[in-house]
């Protein structure tokens, strides 16, 4: 693995929010290097920035100060329309409350990723194929019964699963997840486990968030936050 | 794609669109029923008013009149402009029904009635001669005597349904006019002696013009009678000429250009006797010559308009509302759009295009249920009427047929064009608001 390239790096992360007539500082010079394939997790308890880091290093927050890069890209110098395309097609998030589109169908939600980064005539083109791929990872999440449903209709788990197939839907290099086990019983929450390592076994590299030491045993390598710093790694 | 994936989602699964529909729906129907309607009195009162004087006058309000008028109609017929040219005398006269105790002040205008019908509309506007309108004064019971021609609201009374129970023939019935004719310097003719010049007429049609005004208070009498009545001297006058420009001549244009040869004209008789009576003949198109009656529609026509500019902005605030309830009932999907990619300008299109799509379903909504409220309004005002008594207008008091619903499509234009504007208008807040939500503010109520 050591010998892998290293695709997401973040040094001296700062990031510091207002909350009310206060600043709270939240990470204070966090560093990370996730190489290809690897799976790791970030722990850390209730309020140690574990979920603004992870945002950060996805792109959909940017650092105070700090670098964070992408295959050796700094994702601070980049623009808008360049992290946009970076959060569509490198990257993949999964939430704790899976946030699906109740207006879409199972499969539709899968689609989602792939319709934002096409035009009307660039879908008509490339429906087909595309489609193809929904179902497929809709078939490896075992959702395939469930395309036509809509959220609502399926238990946590199967959302959870069906925001995993959205994530992996355009093929992304990183997968970062959230709590993905937080709002999920334990038999279920293993179930998700389960096919984050059967990714991981294939090449995914995965970014996980937990509060839970159990669950974060399943990654290769543990990272802990704690007061704003990535403070001790674990193999 | 996905934003119109999602625009047609929120259209058919979002419940609060469909109110937003509604309103907008209402709104429209409202507009396209009002406006369809006063644009249809307007503009009917308008051609009514163009077909009652023609194309462009040239006359004076002053009773007196002008003289050489007959020269300046030979110019015109050689200036190859007119298809038509009426003179007229304008005056104001006594009617007193002969061996009845009715009296009663009307509007006098002599025409020739031949000249009249080339002109105007006068032979349509007419009931028993209305096939042979230059023998519109001769009474069909009694050819040879003085006849005269009533506006039809002074002699029959109209039924609820706006139509008037015409007789076989006219009603012989005589009456006798009394005016006082003035000189060219514009004093009282017969002076201590003839004050007052009368004249018997016998009633020999109606006009109906449809202009409450001309019908309630208006008697054609032959023109050179309207002269001897109303004016003395040795130069014949009349107030006014009626001119119909030809085929192809502009109104515009042609008022311009029967401008210039006036002036010409009055130039060319500056040393004539009573010169100074042209001075203070005009030139003007139908329209100017009637804005007296016209403008006060028009008023109101502009004064609705901009009430329905407050329904506009109503519109706009119902939309607003609407948006902005949706996008912060949608915090959390705009986040996760961002996530998977969509860029900011990619979400403002989203919401703007949904607001598009509710204006333009709520607009077509409204206008088809406008149509078919207008292709019935007649009949369900007919109905209204035969069973509880109501009308719109008393057709017993108001000078108005059928209602009019003949919808204007530039008129429809406009108004679905203006709902779609204000929807997107009203959304256009809400829409930038949720371009501009950073989707960690929404994907995660907690930071942690």
């Not at chain 1, 890209?73 to 589109?101: I, K, M, P, S, T």
């Not at chain 2, 039809?152 to 009394?178: E, F």
Request: charged share 20%; glycine share 8%.
């Amino acid at each position: 693995m050591s010998q892998l390239p290293v695709i997401l790096k973040a040094e001296n992360v700062h990031k510091s929010y207002r909350m009310g007539a206060t600043r709270v500082h939240v990470l204070k010079g966090a560093d990370l290097a996730v190489r290809e394939g690897e799976f790791v997790a970030i722990i850390g308890a209730s309020g140690s920035g574990k979920s603004t880091f992870l945002h950060v290093l996805g792109g959909l927050d940017r650092p105070d100060k700090g670098v964070v890069s992408f295959n050796g890209r700094d994702l601070n110098r980049v623009g808008a329309r360049e992290l946009n395309r970076f959060r569509n097609e490198r990257v993949g998030f999964v939430f704790q409350f899976y946030h699906l589109l109740d207006e879409l169908s199972v499969l539709e939600n899968v689609l989602l990723p792939a319709m934002v980064s096409r035009s009307v005539l660039g879908w008509i083109t490339s429906r087909r194929a595309v489609r193809k791929r929904a179902e497929a990872l809709l078939d490896q999440l075992g959702l395939r019964e469930r395309a036509g449903h809509k959220p609502y209709q399926l238990s946590g788990g199967e959302r959870q699963r069906v925001a995993i197939g959205r994530a992996l839907m355009n093929e992304p290099k990183l997968l970062l997840a959230d709590e993905p086990t937080g709002n999920l019983d334990s038999a279920t929450g293993n179930g998700i486990l389960n096919v984050f390592e059967t990714l991981n076994r294939a090449g995914q590299t995965i970014v996980m968030v937990t509060h839970d030491e159990r669950i974060a045993r399943k990654a290769q390598r543990i990272v802990t936050l704690a007061d704003g710093r990535a403070r001790r790694l674990e193999a | 794609m996905y934003k119109l994936t999602l625009i047609i989602r929120y259209l058919l699964k979002r419940r609060i669109t469909h109110f937003a529909i509604a309103a907008v729906a209402l709104c429209v129907f409202i507009v396209v029923v009002v406006m369809t309607v006063m644009a249809g009195l307007v503009g009917d009162f308008k051609q009514k008013n163009h077909d009652f004087v023609g194309d462009c006058v040239v006359g004076t309000d002053s009773l007196v009149g002008f003289p050489y008028y007959e020269q300046f109609m030979e110019r015109l017929e050689q200036s190859g402009l007119v298809a038509g040219m009426s003179p007229v005398v304008k005056n104001y006269a006594l009617l007193t029904v002969v061996d009845h105790d009715f009296k009663l002040g009307v509007e006098i205008l002599g025409i020739d009635p031949a000249l009249q019908c080339r002109t105007t509309n006068f032979g349509q506007t007419l009931h028993f001669r209305a096939a042979e309108p230059e023998r519109a004064f001769q009474p069909i019971y009694e050819p040879n005597a003085l006849g005269c021609v009533w506006g039809i609201d002074m002699i029959l009374p109209r039924n609820a349904q706006s139509q008037y129970s015409y007789g076989v023939r006219p009603p012989k019935l005589a009456v006798t006019l009394t005016c006082f004719p003035l000189n060219a310097k514009g004093a009282p003719a017969g002076a201590g002696s003839n004050l007052f010049r009368p004249q018997t007429f016998l009633y020999s049609d109606y006009s109906h013009t449809g202009i409450a005004r001309v019908d309630g208070n208006l008697v054609y009498i032959p023109l050179e009678q309207a002269q001897l009545l109303c004016m003395s001297g040795q130069q014949k006058r009349v107030t006014a000429i009626h001119i119909l420009f030809r085929p192809g001549v502009g109104i515009a244009e042609g008022t311009r250009q029967v401008a210039d040869l006036w002036a010409q004209f009055k130039k060319a008789q500056a040393d004539a006797p009573y010169s100074e009576l042209l001075d203070i003949v005009t030139v003007q198109d139908w329209k100017r010559y009637r804005r007296a009656f016209i403008a006060p529609m028009e008023k109101e026509q502009a004064l609705l308009s901009l009430m329905f500019v407050l329904v506009g902005l109503t519109t706009v605030f119902i939309v607003f509302v609407v948006f902005y309830m949706i996008v912060v009932n949608k915090r959390r999907d705009i986040g996760v759009l961002k996530s998977v990619g969509a860029s900011n300008v990619s979400v403002l299109l989203l919401f703007s295009g949904f607001a598009f799509s509710v204006g333009l379903i709520g607009s077509c909504v409204g206008t088809l249920a406008g149509w078919l409220f207008l292709a019935r309004i007649n009949r369900i005002e007919q109905w209204l009427y035969e069973h509880f008594g109501w009308q719109l207008w008393d057709r017993t008091i108001y000078a108005i047929g059928d209602i009019p619903s003949r919808i204007e499509p530039e008129v429809i234009a406009i108004i679905v064009g203006s709902a779609v504007a204000a929807c997107v208008i009203g959304a256009l807040i809400p829409s930038y608001l949720a371009a501009r939500l950073r989707p960690v503010e929404t994907l995660h109520a907690v930071r942690t």
